[in-house]
Every structure is written in structure tokens, then in C-alpha cells.
């Protein structure tokens, strides 16, 4: 209220008129590159798309479904993936740390916008006349001071080093972002493999005490024929040596389905006493029919490790311009009005403010050749942030490529088992039956006993490598979640769904 009577309302805003248009004026020199999004890489992964078999088809520049597991038809698998989703600690720490970028970056944009404060002072002072540029006795007051009022800062941020640090805070901000798409990705494909571990876990202890159930009563005929005096002990032995060491397979069997239970346990966020497993056998689940092949061009654009490198990269390159302000004068508008009495109790009765209004100026003179460095390093980083972006990039295309081309090897590992397991059983059978016919001895009813054993587990083994070479396939296109119905990356439990831009 007592500006006015010190300095007239039209020189006010003449003033702050001037500086605001001085402001807009030289505002819009920024330094540094434009950041554009790098091209993908030359080439992709088409010659590894395998031929279309009697099971399975590849749709190419087809769209991966963010509930890709549920093409496995397994309602069991489903409720896994959404314990993980709503439980599992690693994805709530992830969004957690978006959050703080995210406010983190409003700090940031923060110091573009003038800075008000209020100011206090309590204090004791003496002046004399020289104070006023008079006498030295022409004055002569010792007393108390009490000073309140506003004070106004602006940095004018006229060759955009504050706009540089703002889209670097966006950059790194949009890395946060990344890393909780990657989190959540990787999580939904840690609970489909180790699903299929799990349920390869327990078919295989099936398929291994199935054999020592056969074991056990060839072991007890074995003891019946030598005790009528057929064969000599050394069958039966060897019979029990093949039985007991068949048998010391399972605990191991159980302690790797137990270890895959707890796994599964962890990924949901519980403790294994918390947890209760489903039920899974690889009977529960169905290979996917179809399967998407996204584009090159496209697999760039959704991949959370590229996109992250991605905003790396232009983290770094807005980091080159913060350096190339540093280096030159920063300008800023300060100014501060405030009341001044000599008593608690005068303050805004009387006239006795005070103000200040101006331009600052810093120019950066010696500085041991520091500034120049960093400009340098921030030039170097940003070339290696490009770097690492086409090595993500090519890094991405080989994994879709090792995937596309398991598929292809599964199809024949897939026959060759099964044929190789059907000629075993028929073998083991043959062997059996001669052996109980007089013909064939306890040695070779043992050695086709082990190659059905053999062909039985490695069977078990690739009916899940189907499995797990298709969820790699999905995670390797990006894990579809830019098609999710929520914001994968949103604390909420229900959000907008907005996509990654």
C-alpha cells in the first residue's frame, strides 16, 4: 500500500512491462541440438520367421495383446499374472520411483516461473550521517529495525539453459517411465515361464515315479525268478541298482518344484507360508494358434529397454545445451519490496517501505577451462547415449530373431521326442514281454527300461520349451502393453491408459 506514495503506479508498470517484454524478446535462444527421435535400424528379422506348421502361424505386423497369457487357455495362469500385477513389490517400487520423477520434474519446470518470497528481518542497527552520503554527526540513531515484505526473483533464462534442464528432467522422467514398463513386462514373463516350470516340474516327477513303479515290480519279479532259481543274483542286483538310483531323482525333482512354488510365491508378492499354488499341469495349457510378429520400425516404438534408451538419448542431448548456457552471462529480473519500522507496533500505520528493482548480470570469466570440459563431456555422452541406443535397438532385433528361430527348431525337436518316445515304449513293451518269456535277459530289459526313461523326461522337456519359446517370442515384441486397458505405469489401480509418447 505505501509503494505507491515512493514510486508512481505508471512507472510500476512501465517497468515490469519492459521486462516482460525483454523476457519474451531474447527467451527464445536455446542451445543446444533439437532433440528427433534416431531412425531404427537397417534390416530387422523377417528371414527368421519360421515356416507355418499344422499348429502354429506367424501373423506378420501383427499386434501383441497385453493379456498374451491368456492365449495359453489357462484360467489358473491368469490369476498368477493378476496376484503378480496387484502384489508383487519390485513393480510398486518401480511406480513409486516414476512418482518421484514426476514430481521431480515439476521442481524442475518450477524455475522457469518468477519466484516469490517473503523476507523478514529483526535486527539492531546504528547510522550516521554517512549513511546518506552527509556529515558524519548529521545523524547519529542506534535502534531497533524490523523489516517485512516480498521479494521477487526471475531468472530470464535468455539462451535457454533452464528450458534444456526442463526437457532433461522430461527425458529422465520418461526413463522412469521406461523402467516401470520393462518392471512390468518382465514380470508378467516371469510368472508365465516359471508357471511352465513349475507344472515341468511336476510332470516330470509323474513321469519319473511312473518308471519307478515299473522299476518296483520288475525288481520284484527279478527276485521271484531267482528265488525259483531262473537267474542268477547278480540280475536281481543289478535290477535294484537300476531302481534305487531312479529313485534318488526324486527328491531333487521335488526340491526344484518346490523352489519354482516359491518363485512363484515371490512374484506375488507373498511369503511361502501366504502363498497356495494352483494346481498346473501342462495338460492346462494350449499353444497358441497364432502368433504376432510385430515390424521392425514398430518393435522400436514399444519395447520399454528401447524406449529407454531412447530417452537416455535425449536426456543427453539436452544436457549439451544446459552445458553451452553455462558458459555464457545468465540474466534475471530481481526485485523486493518491503516495510521497515523501528517498533512492532508501526508496521503498516505509517509510511516506511523501501524497494529495489533491477537486472541482474553474471558472466562467466576464468574458470579453469571447467566449463569448456563439460560442454565437451556432455558432447560425449550424448554421442555415447546414440551408441547405446542402436546397440539396444540391434540388441532387440537379435532376441525377437533367436526367438522366431527357436519356434522353428521346437516344431522338429517336437517330432523327433515323440517318435523317439514311442519307439522306447514299444521297446521297453517288447523287451518285457521276451524277458518273461525266457528270451531276453535282465540286462536288456533294464537297458530298454532307461531309454524309455530317457525319451520320457526329454519329452516333458519339450512340450515345454513350446511353451516358453512362445512367451519369449511375446516378451521379445514388447509384452503388448501399450494395448492394456490401464496405465500399466500408474500407481492407481484404475487409470486413464495413456500410452507412452
Avoid at 539453459?161 to 514380470?187: F, H, K, P
Avoid at 554421442?383 to 532376441?399: H, K, M, S
Avoid at 522337456?461 to 512367451?471: E, G, L, N, S
Wanted: hydrophobic residues 40%; aromatic residues 8%; glycine residues 8%.
Amino acid at each position: 500500500m505505501y509503494v505507491r506514495r515512493i514510486l508512481p503506479p505508471l512507472t510500476l508498470s512501465l517497468l515490469a512491462i519492459g521486462l516482460f517484454t525483454v523476457s519474451l524478446l531474447i527467451g527464445g535462444c536455446t542451445l543446444g541440438p533439437d532433440f528427433s527421435r534416431p531412425a531404427a535400424p537397417a534390416g530387422g528379422y523377417a528371414h527368421a520367421a519360421p515356416a507355418p506348421s499344422a499348429t502354429r502361424s506367424i501373423s506378420y505386423g501383427g499386434d501383441v495383446a497385453a493379456d498374451w497369457y491368456r492365449l495359453y487357455g489357462s484360467e489358473q495362469l491368469e490369476q498368477l499374472v493378476r496376484a503378480a500385477l496387484e502384489r508383487n513389490p519390485s513393480l510398486e517400487a518401480a511406480r513409486h520411483g516414476l512418482k518421484a520423477a514426476q514430481y521431480e520434474l515439476q521442481a524442475v519446470a518450477g524455475a522457469a516461473l518468477p519466484q516469490f518470497d517473503a523476507t523478514g528481518q529483526v535486527g539492531r542497527a546504528h547510522i550516521n550521517g554517512s549513511f546518506l552520503y552527509g556529515p558524519v554527526n548529521a545523524i547519529d540513531q542506534t535502534g531497533n529495525r524490523f523489516e517485512l515484505g516480498p521479494a521477487l526473483a526471475y531468472n530470464l533464462d535468455v539462451f535457454g539453459g533452464t528450458r534444456r534442464a526442463i526437457e532433461s528432467q522430461q527425458a529422465a522422467t520418461g526413463v522412469a517411465r521406461d523402467q516401470v514398463l520393462n518392471t512390468y513386462v518382465t514380470l508378467v514373463d516371469q510368472v508365465v515361464m516359471t508357471a511352465f516350470d513349475y507344472a515341468a516340474s511336476g510332470a516330470q516327477i509323474e513321469v519319473t515315479q511312473a518308471l519307478v513303479d515299473e522299476l518296483q515290480s520288475q525288481f520284484d519279479l527279478t527276485q521271484a525268478l531267482e528265488n525259483a532259481g531262473k537267474i542268477t543274483r547278480s540280475d536281481t542286483l543289478l535290477a535294484q541298482t537300476q531302481l534305487e538310483n531312479l529313485r534318488a531323482t526324486l527328491p531333487a525333482l521335488h526340491q526344484q518344484r518346490d523352489a519354482y512354488r516359491n518363485a512363484l510365491a515371490q512374484l506375488s508378492g507373498q511369503s511361502p507360508d501366504e502363498f497356495v499354488p494352483p494346481a498346473l499341469t501342462l495338460r492346462d495349457f494350449t499353444l497358441p494358434a497364432q502368433l504376432p510378429l510385430s515390424l521392425p520400425s514398430t518393435l522400436v516404438r514399444q519395447r520399454p529397454d528401447v524406449l529407454a534408451a531412447e530417452d537416455s538419448l535425449h536426456q543427453a542431448s539436452a544436457a549439451v545445451g544446459v552445458a553451452a548456457a553455462a558458459r555464457l552471462p545468465s540474466f534475471g529480473i530481481s526485485a523486493q519490496y518491503a516495510q521497515q519500522t523501528s517498533a512492532l507496533s508501526d508496521f503498516f500505520t505509517r509510511p516506511g517501505g523501501i524497494w529495489s528493482a533491477g537486472i541482474n548480470v553474471t558472466a562467466p570469466l576464468f574458470h579453469g577451462g571447467a566449463l569448456s570440459a563439460r560442454e565437451h563431456e556432455a558432447e560425449e555422452r550424448y554421442r555415447q547415449a546414440l551408441a547405446n541406443y542402436r546397440a539396444t535397438a540391434l540388441g532387440a532385433f537379435v532376441e525377437v530373431a533367436n526367438a522366431l528361430q527357436a519356434l522353428g527348431h521346437d516344431d522338429e525337436s517336437y517330432l523327433a521326442h515323440r517318435s523317439a518316445l514311442s519307439a522306447a515304449r514299444d521297446d521297453r513293451d517288447l523287451a518285457l514281454a521276451q524277458y518273461r518269456a525266457g528270451k531276453y535277459t535282465e540286462l536288456q530289459v533294464l537297458t530298454a527300461e532307461q531309454q524309455y526313461q530317457q525319451a520320457a523326461l526329454t519329452q516333458v522337456q519339450a512340450d515345454v520349451q513350446r511353451f516358453t519359446d512362445t512367451a519369449t517370442l511375446f516378451r521379445a515384441l514388447g509384452g503388448g502393453w501399450w494395448n492394456s486397458n490401464h496405465d500399466p505405469a500408474a500407481l492407481a489401480a484404475v487409470t486413464s491408459g495413456d500410452k507412452h509418447e
